[in-house]
């Protein structure tokens, strides 16, 4: 039997507007605005790269959990996560040195928090986009 590789091309555009912002885009989703923050000289309320970054981890940290729970038939109230990510002045450049996520997981009454501690473990330890990163991702959880 022949074994394919998986490989996936994800696509976006970034088109400049107006003074530092811009507008994302991928086809058929809905356009994000985007701009520098305002550490930067940039724009209030308007998502940055740096919003984004953290935010794709986070992201990615609760897809792969509802996968993983799924397949281990894991049932629970509610999910919430938290993500914080420093940035850092580091060798004369700056990088976001660590994103800090903490996930918060509401079992039903008599729910394995057992089993959804490991559950979000194994669910970070699998992140792609964690996995991608050059940043140290930290996991945080809380299970409730």
């Not at 986070?58 to 049932?75: K, S």
């Not at 928090?113 to 140290?136: D, F, H, P, Y």
Request: charged share 25%.
């Amino acid at each position: 039997m022949e074994v394919r590789s998986k490989v996936y091309t994800y696509r976006t555009t970034v088109t400049w507007s107006e003074q530092k912002k811009g507008v994302i885009a991928c086809d058929g989703k809905p356009e994000i605005q985007v701009a520098t923050p305002p550490e930067f000289k940039g724009h209030e309320g308007i998502w940055s790269p740096e919003d984004l970054y953290v935010a794709a981890a986070n992201i990615c940290l609760m897809t792969t959990f509802l996968a993983v729970a799924e397949r281990a038939g894991l049932a629970f109230a509610s999910y919430q996560s938290e993500a914080e990510g420093r940035l850092e002045l580091v060798d004369g450049k700056f990088q976001v040195t660590v994103i800090t996520l903490r996930p918060r997981i509401t079992l039903h009454a008599g729910g394995d928090a057992v089993k959804a501690k490991e559950l979000i473990e194994k669910a970070e330890a699998n992140c792609l986009i964690s996995n991608s990163m050059k940043t140290r991702v930290t996991l945080e959880p809380t299970i409730l």
